[in-house]
């Protein structure tokens, strides 16, 4: 009969705990449908203060979420589930940059074409024919971040929407959290400022 030793027996004891362990983190993993539902609003948010149309955001928010399930289905993807969410702001912000570089581009040729036959009417600006202007009393914190330079802006809808914390912001724009702080100090001053202004108006 073959008895176990001391140093067996813990080993054999720290995998379980190690295989328990395992188990109870596959309990709490949420299905796509579910992690979608829980965090698509914020998510919207930050692509809306991102881009330059609401259509735009909710282009960006999609193709940011197909980047995350080829990942994810391929294998590719490292970090687990509670990484998801920092890397679809990641890619979000990403996106929204070439988006804005492909609008600039159209844009060009857009003038280029207004310049050539002046009676095309091709020069509409996509911000301004969306419904987001008609909703500034709805939406007046949103507009009020659209207002702030982006550095500001993207930094608050990532801490209070997004629930990130100031090192996960940090990772997601590549800055220190230093200036994540203080970004979120004085974007947070200009939008009580515009608040008050707004109450003494009223």
């Known amino acids: ?23 109870e983190d596959a309990d709490h993993l949420l299905s796509w449908d579910e992690w979608l539902r829980r965090h698509v609003s914020q998510l919207l ?19 940011a979420l197909i980047r995350l399930a080829r990942k994810e289905a391929a294998g590719e993807f490292m970090g687990g589930q509670e990484a998801w969410l920092s890397y679809v702001f990641a890619s979000i912000r ?13 844009q060009r040729r857009e003038d280029e074409a207004c310049s050539a036959d002046p009676a095309q009417d091709a020069c509409a600006d996509p911000w301004f024919s969306s419904s987001a202007a008609d909703e500034e009393l709805k939406q007046f914190m949103e507009m009020q971040l659209k207002k702030l330079p982006s550095k500001f802006s993207e930094v608050i809808v990532l801490k209070i929407w997004g629930e990130q914390t100031f090192l996960q912001i940090a990772e997601t724009l590549e800055i220190s959290q230093n200036t994540v702080a203080s970004r979120y100090r004085y974007g947070i001053d200009m939008l009580r400022k515009a608040l008050r202004n707004r109450k003494e108006e009223i």
């Open 1 to 23: 009969m073959m008895i176990e030793r001391p140093q067996d027996e813990e080993m054999n004891m720290s995998a379980q705990a190690r295989e328990q362990e395992m188990n």
């Open 45 to 63: 948010l930050f692509a809306r203060q991102q881009s330059r149309s609401a259509e735009d955001a909710e282009d960006i928010l999609q193709d």
């Open 94 to 106: 990403r996106l929204a940059v070439d988006y804005g570089r492909k609008a600039d581009r159209r």
